[in-house]
Structure formats: C-alpha cells, structure tokens
C-alpha cells in the first residue's frame, strides 16, 4: 500500500523540481544568490536563462524576484535552481516583472490552490484581472491593476487558509457587488 | 477578515487537590495545550499543567552560522527565558537538559548544516516547571513538521519524608518533598530519555518513581494523540 501524508508546515525544505519563488540577495561572479526560504540561499547561473550566452548576459538585479526550478537539492549539497526547462525554454520561469506584491503563506495552502480542481482561483479570477505566480516555498506573487485590488486579493488568499467554502462564497459575493 | 485560528484542546485528567498527600496511583494536574498560536516560528506550542503554564516556539530547520554548524545533523539550540529576570545559571543548565533529550529524539541527520532552535518562555511557575517545558518543546517540534524518531514526554516525581510519592507536584509540595525527580520519556516504548534528581533518595524509590512516571506518561501520549486529532480534523 502507498500512503500520501499531508502535512501542515510553514519552513520549506528544497525539493528537486519544485517551481518556486526566491529573492536575489547577491551577485558573485557568475553566479545569483537566491533566498528561497529554505537553510540556505539557492545558486543560480546566469547562464540558466533562455537566450542567455556569455555575451548576452540576463538583465537580473539584486532584489529581483525569480521564478525558477531546483535541479540539485538534497540535504548535503547547496541547492541549485534554474530558470530554463530541460529544452532550454524559458516555460513562464525567469525574472517576474515590475509591482506586484509577495507575501507568504503555508505550505499546504499553496498545494491547496495549486490543485487541479481548485475553486478559489477560479472564483478570483472572475473577480478582478490578475497576474499570479504561486512559489512552492511557501510564497504567492500577485498583481492586479490597482494597489487597492491587489492588496484585496492578497488578504483573500491568505485567509483562505481558516475560512470554510461558504465564508470564502459570502466575501466573493460582497466584493463583486461592491 | 479573521486571523489565526486556534485548536483548543482541553482535555481534563483527575484534577489534584492542594490538600492532603494524593495516593501513588496516577493523578496529574489538569492539562491544556494550544497550537500554532504564534505567527513568526515555525512552530509553536503552549502547554498547561495546572497552574504551570509554558509557551514554546521552533525555528527550522534554518540557517546556522559557519561556527556552528555540524556537517553531518542539525544542530539543535534551546533557549530558555525566566518569567522575570535575566537568565541565569539555573535557566542553563535546564536549556542542556531539554537540548539532550531533544537531540536524542529529532531525526538531525536529515537536515545536516542547519539549525533547529526551540525558544521556551516561562508564563507562569507552580511546580513541575521543566516537566511542563519539555511537553511544550514535544508539541512544538510537532507543530513545525521537525522529523522526530518518537514524541517525549516529562513527568516529576517528589518523594516526601514519609516515603509517599507525588506525581506533578506543585512548587509547595516540590519544597517540602525530600527528593524531586523529572524523568523524560519517549513515546514508543516508554524509556528513559533523561532524569534529573535533587534529594536523597534509595534505588527501589527510583525504580517505584519510573514505573509511576511510565504509566503517567500513558495520560499525557494520550492526551496529545487526542489533542493531534482534535486539530487535524477541523480543516
């Protein structure tokens, strides 16, 4: 028998093929520090960018967010992430653009929206036109056109963690009307 | 739009009454034990044993400082913080005793090069006090998701003059006990994972102190597992 054991955590651990969302702290060399929220800061190539060469290096700053996948991580190595597929396609991975908000939430929720047969994300985005990237550390990236619904959407999905289905219905419809 | 949900629970075990010595079958304070109630740590837990209240949080595994770091486990830190007061020595010495028979149970060799660090914050003192400390440190290493080989518990013991054995005494039956023993147990097979004894004491008070703190442990295994579930199946 195989069993699946759900578990509720806040502190992500790297696992290999995981997407997920990190911060550049440094730039040494040839090479980004990237906190992911885990032991230690993730190293991440410049060359691990579509289109990237050693002449045409990619334009990443410190501060940055990437949205990138691990392809070394266990418990005795460094972790590694890059921003490419196995067929040198960026895939949606790479440096996530201008505004926006990160903030963090468990673990188990993002496994929750990340579903398939998720029904927030279907009601959100019929509330407002949002870009979105969920990290598997733990981080959700959102943007909508104002500060204000971003700022809504953020709230939401954090506290979709404690409210039951029909609480989350009950907010949905009050934010449409309004 | 609501915050932190918290999983009470309250689980009430034969009460104990100031008055009169209580006979040696089991009779622990009143428990409670409250989870994820802190928003920063990882994990984190607070555990009541009558009027005996500890509050303990879990970082990691995180990052740990070059110096620090053992290459092959993680390197576990307790900090102990008195209700008032800087902390002393007394404080150090209990941080040690609480770090050993938590190294002993948290699976380190998982996550080598990091740190876990239990905080514990005393809220309030009456009695049995690093008993109570270790049962939050369990709950909140379990909070946090830490990889543990058992659960642990902590059960004292106070031997009085006239030979009769108190379990969870309270700090006036602590002070005019002759002996006061805390023992750690773990979970899967009830052995001893640390004591420590202040007082005078014979070797067959030992063995009748471990055999009561055995089957106290029983109540406490209990009332976590209880407490687990109570939590789980609410969302």
């Given amino acids: ?178 | 739009v609501e915050g932190a949900m918290q999983a009470d629970a309250k689980i009430r075990t034969e009460s104990a009454t100031e008055s009169g010595p209580r006979g040696p079958s089991c009779s622990l304070r009143h428990f409670a034990c409250e989870q994820n109630l802190l928003s920063r740590p990882d994990g984190s837990a607070s555990f009541l044993q009558g009027d005996t209240s500890v509050l303990a949080g879990v970082y990691g595994p995180a990052e740990v400082k070059v110096s620090k770091e053992i290459f092959n486990k993680a390197t576990l830190e307790v900090i102990l913080r008195p209700k008032i007061g800087l902390p002393g020595v007394a404080e150090k010495s209990r941080e040690r005793l609480i770090r050993n028979t938590c190294e002993a149970v948290v699976l380190g060799t998982l996550h080598p090069r990091t740190s876990i660090t239990v905080v514990l914050q005393v809220v309030s003192d009456a009695g049995s006090l690093l008993a109570c400390c270790l049962n939050a440190a369990c709950m909140a290493l379990v909070d946090a998701g830490v990889p543990m080989r058992a659960l642990f518990c902590g059960v004292t013991c106070a031997l009085n003059a006239d030979g009769t054995l108190v379990l969870d005494p309270t700090a006036k039956q602590e002070k005019e006990a002759r002996a006061v023993l805390t023992l750690a147990l773990d979970s899967v097979e009830r052995k001893l994972l640390m004591s420590t004894t202040k007082g005078l004491y014979s070797d067959a008070e030992l063995q009748q102190c471990l055999a009561a703190a055995q089957a106290a442990s029983q109540h406490v295994f209990r009332f976590y597992r209880e407490s687990l579930q109570r939590r789980y199946s609410k969302s």
């Fill in chain 1, 1 to 178: 028998g195989v069993y699946w054991v759900d578990s509720q955590q806040k502190r992500y651990v790297p696992v290999k093929g995981d997407h997920v969302i990190g911060i550049v702290t440094a730039k040494s060399g040839d090479i980004f520090k990237v906190d992911v929220g885990g032991s230690e800061p993730a190293s991440l190539s410049y060359l691990a960018f579509e289109g990237a060469t050693k002449r045409n290096r990619p334009n990443v700053q410190v501060g940055d967010l990437i949205y990138g996948q691990f392809v070394v991580a266990n418990k005795d190595m460094e972790p590694e992430m890059v921003c490419i597929d196995s067929c040198g396609r960026a895939s949606g991975m790479g440096v996530i653009g201008q505004d926006g908000l990160l903030f963090k939430v468990t673990l188990g929720l993002i496994r929750k929206l990340l579903a398939p047969d998720c029904e927030i994300l279907q009601e959100v985005g019929k509330l407002y036109p949002l870009e979105i990237v969920f990290g598997m550390n733990g981080r959700i990236w959102v943007k909508a056109k104002t500060i204000q619904q971003t700022l809504i959407l953020a709230n939401i999905l954090e506290a979709c963690e404690h409210m039951t289905a029909d609480q989350r219905k009950q907010i949905f419809s009050r934010l449409a009307e309004s």
